[in-house]
Structures are given as structure tokens and as C-alpha cells.
């Protein structure tokens, strides 16, 4: 088991806490692809979680990182980059995808580490 600072625990809490109101999110608008897609608060909602969760992904310590490669920390760092310049770009199947099948697993292994 890696130890993990005071300060990159307090950011991987963050980034749970964030996907968690990614899953209320889901449990309050559904899990419905057409009604995620027309419904522009549950988009916002989602997208905003996920580029918080990019942001704090990326202050995670170069060692917790190292010691954590099974975790996508670049790839959280990139679909916010993308959410911040590219906005017009974001996919919404992806971001679908993201949230149906990435979150939940990232959030389970992050508590794991916690």
C-alpha cells in the first residue's frame, strides 16, 4: 500500500466527493442518454463535477501519481482541458460513457486507497 500525503488524501476526498454528486446527479435527472442530452442542467451539473474533478486530479503529488498508475490522472486532467478551452467540442456520448461506466469505478477504487 503507497502512502499518501495529508494533502493528496484531502484532494482524492475531493475528487470522490465530486463523483458522488456525479451520482446524484444521475439518481435526481436519470439515467436516461436522451434526457441527459436534452437537459441542459443535468449536462452542466455532470460537466461541472467532472472539470473539478480534472482540476484537483491534477494537484495530486508526482509521487502519490507514480504510486497510483492504475488511476487516469492525465486523462481527468485532459477531458478538462477540453472542458475549458474546447467546450463546444465535448462530446456528450463521452461524457455519457464517462459517467455510466468510469466514475463509478474511479470512485470505488479511490475510497479504496482513502
Same mark, same amino acid.
Given at each position: 500500500?503507497?502512502?499518501?500525503? *495529508?494533502?493528496?488524501?484531502?484532494? $482524492?476526498?475531493?475528487?470522490? @466527493?465530486? !463523483?458522488?454528486? /456525479?451520482?446524484?446527479?444521475? %439518481? ?15 449536462? *452542466?451539473?455532470?460537466?461541472?463535477? $467532472?472539470?473539478?474533478?480534472? @482540476?484537483? !486530479?491534477?494537484? /495530486?503529488?508526482?509521487?502519490? %501519481? ?49
Amino acid at each position: 500500500m503507497i502512502k499518501i500525503s *495529508d494533502r493528496d488524501r484531502e484532494l $482524492i476526498l475531493r475528487i470522490i @466527493e465530486h !463523483a458522488a454528486r /456525479i451520482e446524484s446527479a444521475r %439518481k435526481r435527472f436519470g439515467d436516461n442518454y436522451s434526457y441527459f442530452c436534452n437537459d441542459a442542467d443535468y449536462r *452542466d451539473a455532470v460537466n461541472m463535477n $467532472i472539470f473539478q474533478m480534472g @482540476e484537483l !486530479a491534477n494537484q /495530486i503529488s508526482e509521487e502519490a %501519481k507514480e504510486g497510483l498508475k492504475d488511476i487516469p490522472w492525465h486523462k481527468m486532467y485532459g477531458i478538462r482541458n477540453i472542458m475549458a478551452h474546447a467546450y463546444l467540442r465535448v462530446d456528450a456520448k463521452t461524457v455519457w460513457d464517462t459517467i455510466i461506466n468510469d466514475i463509478p469505478n474511479l470512485s470505488d477504487r479511490l475510497e479504496d486507497i482513502i
